[in-house]
Structure formats: structure tokens, C-alpha cells
T-cell receptor, first 112, second 119 residues
Framework: GDSVTQMEGPVTLSEEAFLTINCTYTATGYPSLFWYVQYPGEGLQLLLKATKADDKGSNKGFEATYRKETTSFHLEKGSVQVSDSAVYFC???????????FGAGTRLFVKA | GAVVSQHPSWVICKSGTSVKIECRSLDFQATTMFWYRQFPKQSLMLMATSNEGSKATYEQGVEKDKFLINHASLTLSTLTVTSAHPEDSSFYICSARGSGAGYSNQPQHFGDGTRLSIL
């Protein structure tokens, strides 16, 4: 079945460091891919999405490119801030799908 | 953007009582709503999926008589935890997806969650 695999956390970075959180997926067909962010004590917020191969989703300085050849959707940010500390979830929704499949989440800590 | 409102955000109650959590889509019609449970430092566990006007579909291992879900309209779904016990304490999150054109690619929009503590 469909699945999403994320790098294990926690990831700890200093402010202004470069961030990469790896995400790979297994799916039949052509899924849409998403990154969600969860701040402490809150629900999930959609961060960015890509609906087809080679699409790049971007928001708030974060980017992720839909790579069908490597079945990946890695999240990147050039310069993280303390306020980026949160849990990040990679997710997919397959064509004609009904349920979004979530990765396990990666916790990010950014130190001042 | 799409907004999902979840209420209450925090509830503390005695063991044996029932607790109702509401989930509303504020600016779109949600054909499908999802209820998740999240344990500390873990990912979301899908409990059930509800479609407006029909019975909810529960995931394996989730007690349907324990967690009653009602999706009475295109903008409201409720989760009732019946006869709650301390082991039901958790963070519950609802999510909704819109209907209409492009539905199959639409992301889910999440409420802010309800922290339930059973004493």
C-alpha cells in the first residue's frame, strides 16, 4: 500500500543554518504530495504542496520539489529561524484517493 | 485560506462522563471529515472518516461505540467520547477536505486540536 517515510528526528540546528528534511514515498499512480507543520499544542497547518512531477511547492522560505524518479519530496529552507521549531509531516494523497497518508513526523529544534 | 474550527480546545472531566468535540469548516463545504488521535511526540493516528449524511468508517481497532461520530451537515462533524476513562486522555484533531472541482487533489485542513484529560 501507499506509504511515506521521513527522516527520524529530532533535528537540531542553529539559527540561520540550512535545513533538509528527507521524505520518500511509495505509491501507485500519481499522488499529490504535501508538507504540514505542527507547532506545539496546535493542529496541523498546510505548509506547501505539489500535485505533479517536477512541481516545486514553496511557502515561508520552505521549498520541496516533487521528484518522481527518486520518489522523494524533501523539505528545504536556506536559513532557519527559532520560530521554525515545530514538527513537520510529509504526506501523500493518491489519485482518486480518499485518505491522506502521513509520515511519522520530524521534530525540528532551532537554537538561537 | 480554508479554516477549520475545533471546539473545545481543552477539556478536563471526570472518569465516566461523555465529552463532545465539534469540528466546523468555516468557509467551505466539507464532504469528508477525518478524526485523528495523537499521542505525545507521535504521529497522527486516523480514527475514523465521516461523510456527510452517512455512517462513519472506523479504522481497525477503534471502538465505534466508544467514539461516536456524527456528520450532520457539510460544515459540522462531532466526535463524542462516551464513558471516558483516563486511557482516553489524548490530543484529538479533526480535519476536513472540501468538495467540488479538483477535489481529489485538495489537501486536508486541520483544526487546532482538543486536548482531553480524564481524571
Amino acid at each position: 500500500g501507499d506509504s511515506v517515510t521521513q527522516m527520524e528526528g529530532p533535528v537540531t540546528l542553529s539559527e540561520e543554518a540550512f535545513l533538509t528534511i528527507n521524505c520518500t514515498y511509495t505509491a501507485t499512480g500519481y499522488p499529490s504530495l504535501f508538507w504540514y507543520v505542527q507547532y506545539p499544542g496546535e493542529g496541523l497547518q498546510l505548509l506547501l504542496k505539489a500535485t505533479k512531477a517536477d512541481d516545486k511547492g514553496s511557502n515561508k522560505g520552505f521549498e520541496a520539489t516533487y521528484r518522481k524518479e527518486t520518489t522523494s519530496f524533501h523539505l528545504e529552507k536556506g536559513s532557519v529561524q527559532v520560530s521554525d521549531s515545530a514538527v513537520y509531516f510529509c504526506a501523500l494523497l493518491n489519485t482518486g484517493g480518499f485518505k491522506t497518508i502521513f509520515g511519522a513526523g520530524t521534530r525540528l529544534f532551532v537554537k538561537a | 485560506g480554508a479554516v477549520v474550527s475545533q471546539h473545545p480546545s481543552w477539556v478536563i472531566c471526570k472518569s465516566g462522563t461523555s465529552v463532545k468535540i465539534e469540528c466546523r469548516s468555516l468557509d467551505f463545504q466539507a464532504t469528508t471529515m477525518f478524526w485523528y488521535r495523537q499521542f505525545p511526540k507521535q504521529s497522527l493516528m486516523l480514527m475514523a472518516t465521516s461523510n456527510e449524511g452517512s455512517k462513519a468508517t472506523y479504522e481497525q481497532g477503534v471502538e465505534k461505540d466508544k467514539f461516536l461520530i456524527n456528520h450532520a451537515s457539510l460544515t459540522l462533524s462531532t466526535l463524542t467520547v462516551t464513558s471516558a476513562h483516563p486511557e482516553d486522555s489524548s490530543f484529538y484533531i479533526c480535519s476536513a477536505r472540501g468538495s467540488g472541482a479538483g477535489y481529489s487533489n485538495q489537501p486536508q485542513h486541520f483544526g487546532d486540536g482538543t486536548r482531553l484529560s480524564i481524571l
